[in-house]
């Protein structure tokens, strides 16, 4: 690939893909199959126990 007339020695894809050294670890697939996907965390959610209706609420552990 060439850039301003000079030659590189890697191609755009292998430049772009190179971005993740330094960024985020994040990334669990980048540049697989036209995605990517990035690892999530634990959260606590409030979760309705009968909705629709006056009712309990308790916090449930999910992951994102």
């Not at 772009?16 to 960024?23: G, K, P």
């Not at 994040?26 to 199959?33: C, E, L, M, Q």
């Not at 036209?34 to 009968?50: C, F, T, W």
Request: aromatic letters at 4%.
């Amino acid at each position: 690939m060439f850039v301003d007339g000079i030659e590189k020695p890697k191609s755009l894809f292998e430049m772009v893909s190179d971005t993740l050294e330094n960024s985020n670890r994040n990334n669990v697939i980048a540049f697989s199959d036209n995605g990517s996907a990035i690892r999530g965390e634990k959260v606590e959610d409030i979760n309705i126990l009968h909705p629709g209706q006056a009712s309990e609420a308790c916090l449930l552990t999910k992951h994102i």
